[in-house]
């Protein structure tokens, strides 16, 4: 706590808190912290409960965009008004959708979809345009409506209910640049091998190119479609039964097959009523949200209102507000706010009335009062704010004093690689060739034609009787401690012994060449490295910060803290 606090007077002493990325990602942070306080719980709940219905269902639908600049004229409205409405009666006369969307559709992608949008569910799309997909029924069009993109009419092809999420189980083969059909070759063997009754977890340890999920068996997190390539989650989505396992198939990463590990049906309101109460107040639905709160702020603030500068806005008096504005066109208790502001933000609401235009500039400067004394009014969130505050700074201070020095400083830390190179050492390692069995018989075969120096591809023309594999091999430099090893395995030069797993898996390793623990370079052990430096110098730092200041402790204080927390 006492280097905490040296660290923290450091950075308020060398000015941190007045640095602009500073000031802009608390800004940021403080924005974040305080929607909680935003919120109008019926308003809320309302949205909440109507996202959750639209997420037990996904919607497929096909639209027509006319593109609008959202501060388009009068004239460019209406003619993009009229070319969406006799592209919606084309359709209602019989004209297929998908030939009307090619002829007026301003969506780039209709020419090749004929403005087909697959499913989607919630969130999936902007608010007016998953309204309009979820109130119309299926096979009708819409009337048109209008987002931030133009105005559109859409049809609903079909809805069905949410798929939920999936668990699989995969083992991926890279594509090979120089041998386009090696990882199609090997993907087809290792599925022969699960085919002839190979364990799927044991096949993903010594096979798969996922490194991250290698060791785990091949299992994946669970995910729901839309969070997957499609390439990918149509196959998972597709299995029925636990344990299934899919034909091999390509993605752009390379190809796989897939065990079905457990579908997830959609959640309960219950379990996902927070996640989604933070989405609504991310997106543009929260509007109403805002609004409700800045009706009630107002009844309980005093402001005062300019009833002819208000008139003169409404009636757009260009002449009698250019004149006065720099007066207050109202007062939040102290805070004046001019005319000239409000003329601003209307400019930037050109499709809005002169009256909306007032009432949104007015619940937005209620608000922004609300936000700008929080910290005045509500002593949890303040504490809160506190906390963040320093914790940021003192993230900023250990950045320049610590992490960027340990980083660009090469200098130092070479000479600190130097003075500790006993600490970054290669373990032993081999140059190995790992051969796999599916019984003795075939072990025995395969040990003594790598003692025979036969190359993998002669061993697996030799042992493997099409379509049956009996042998999979992997190879390359291998650290003495991997556990694809079998843990009898000691690294000798030549051929092994044979090492039997289970009753279908037989393990040979040969050894081409064997390194012994070495030295890493620094470029090597880079990582470590840098870490280990930066421990170095704020130990060395936290010296010079306490030879510098005089700490005293209350200890009374320290001895009542003491007893208060050990009983």
């Known amino acids: 706590y006492i280097n905490y606090k040296l660290k923290l007077k450091e950075a308020y002493t060398l000015g941190l808190d007045t640095v602009t990325s500073y000031k802009k990602e608390l800004a940021k942070y403080r924005e974040q912290l305080i929607q909680p306080y935003l919120r109008d719980r019926t308003i809320t709940d309302a949205l909440v409960k109507e996202a959750y219905n639209r997420m037990l269902q996904e919607v497929n639908a096909s639209h027509i965009l006319v593109r609008l600049n959202p501060k388009a004229s009068p004239e460019d409205t209406l003619r993009a008004y009229t070319k969406i409405m006799t592209a919606r009666k084309k359709v209602m006369s019989g004209v297929k959708f998908t030939d009307v969307a090619k002829e007026y559709s301003e969506d780039p992608s209709a020419q090749k979809n004929g403005g087909d949008l697959g499913y989607f569910t919630v969130f999936g799309m902007v608010y007016p345009f998953e309204n309009a997909a979820y109130s119309t029924n299926i096979g009708d069009v819409s009337m048109p409506f209008k987002t931030s993109f133009g105005y559109h009419i859409l049809r609903v092809n079909d809805k069905r209910a949410a798929r939920g999420e999936v668990e699989v189980a995969h083992i991926m083969v890279k594509n090979n640049a120089k041998d386009t059909a090696q990882a199609e070759r090997q993907i087809n063997e290792i599925y022969t091998k699960l085919n002839q009754g190979d364990t799927f977890d044991f096949l993903a340890q010594q096979y798969s190119d996922d490194k991250a999920s290698a060791p785990k068996g091949g299992r994946l997190p669970k995910f729901s479609a839309n969070k997957m390539i499609a390439s990918f989650s149509d196959v998972a989505f597709a299995m029925k039964n636990k344990n299934n396992i899919s034909k091999p198939f390509q993605t752009p990463y390379g190809w796989h097959v897939i065990r079905l590990i457990k579908k997830y049906p959609v959640k309960g309101f219950e379990e996902v009523k927070e996640d989604l109460l933070k989405k609504i107040e991310n997106s543009p639905r929260a509007s109403a949200i805002g609004n409700s ?15 002819l500068l208000k008139q003169a806005f409404l009636k757009n008096d260009s002449e009698l507000l250019k004149k006065n504005e720099e007066k207050f066109i109202f007062v939040i208790h102290s805070k004046e706010i001019r005319l000239k502001e409000l003329i601003d933000h209307s400019r930037k609401q050109r499709n809005k009335s002169m009256i909306q235009s007032y009432n949104d500039f007015l619940n937005q400067e209620v608000i ?3 936000k700008e004394h929080l910290e005045s009014t509500n002593k949890d969130f303040a504490i809160t ?63 003594k034609y790598l003692e025979e120096n036969k190359t993998i591809d002669e061993i697996k023309n030799l042992v493997n009787e099409s379509p049956t594999i009996h042998v999979l091999f992997s190879s390359g430099l291998v650290d003495a401690n991997n556990k694809k090893l079998p843990k009898e395995f000691e690294i000798k030069k030549g051929v092994s012994k044979i090492f039997k797993q289970d009753d279908n898996h037989y393990i040979i390793v040969k050894v081409n060449e064997i390194f012994e623990p070495s030295q890493k370079k620094l470029s090597e052990a880079r990582g470590l490295v840098i870490n280990d430096f930066q421990e170095y110098i704020e130990k060395k730092w936290i010296e010079d910060l306490r030879g510098r200041h005089v700490v005293k402790v209350k200890k009374q204080t320290l001895k009542k803290l003491i007893k208060e927390y050990s009983n």
């Open 293 to 307: 709160v800045a009706h009630k702020l107002k009844k309980k603030y005093h402001i005062k209102y300019d009833e």
């Open 368 to 370: 922004m009062y609300y």
């Open 385 to 447: 704010m506190q906390e963040y505050k320093d914790g940021l700074l003192l993230f900023d201070l250990l950045q320049e004093k610590i992490w960027k020095r340990a980083e660009k400083d090469t200098v130092a830390l070479q000479k600190f690689f130097k003075m500790n190179r006993q600490n970054y050492m290669h373990n032993k390692r081999g140059d190995l060739i790992i051969a796999t069995c599916t019984n003795e018989e075939k072990a025995e075969k395969v040990k």
